[in-house]
Nanobody, 127 residues
Framework: QVQLVESGGGSVQAGGSLRLSCAAS????????MRWFRQAPGQEREGVAI???????RYVDSVKGRFTISKDNAKNTTYLQMRSLKPDDTGVYYC?????????????????????WGQGTQVTVSS
């Protein structure tokens, strides 16, 4: 069983920045991807960003140029650097680990299916 622990959420004003972290309880070997999702009240869970085991990244259009996903393999930690935050970015942010498969692919990565999920961290952006 893999545990994922998110941290770094909080409340900021529009235009501010936050960095989320997702620490895995095991060393993440090859053939996996890490994804960040978010869920606003009353909304479906939305794929925000993905980084796969070779470092390829993808983003939902609404965060391109503002968010950066990265990872530190030595720390088994994935990050989501969020800049120029907007009220629409408000929600609970989740990280998800998926072993290699279609949900790490260019077409399906935004689908909220994962092998392991973190508990979520709240991000609130005020105008």
């Amino acid at each position: 069983q893999v545990q994922l622990v998110e941290s770094g959420g909080g409340s900021v004003q529009a235009g501010g920045s936050l960095r989320l972290s997702c620490a895995a309880s095991i060393y993440l070997h090859s053939d996996h991807c890490m994804r960040w999702f978010r869920q606003a009240p009353g909304q479906e869970r939305e794929g925000v960003a993905i980084i796969d085991s070779d470092g390829t990244t993808r983003y939902v259009d609404s965060v391109k140029g503002r968010f950066t996903i990265s990872k530190d393999n030595a720390k088994n930690t994935t990050y989501l650097q969020m800049r120029s935050l907007k009220p629409d970015d408000t929600g609970v942010y989740y990280c998800a680990l998926t072993w290699s498969g279609i949900y790490c692919s260019a077409d399906y990565w935004p689908v909220p299916v994962g092998d392991f999920w973190g508990q979520g961290t709240q991000v609130t952006v005020s105008s």
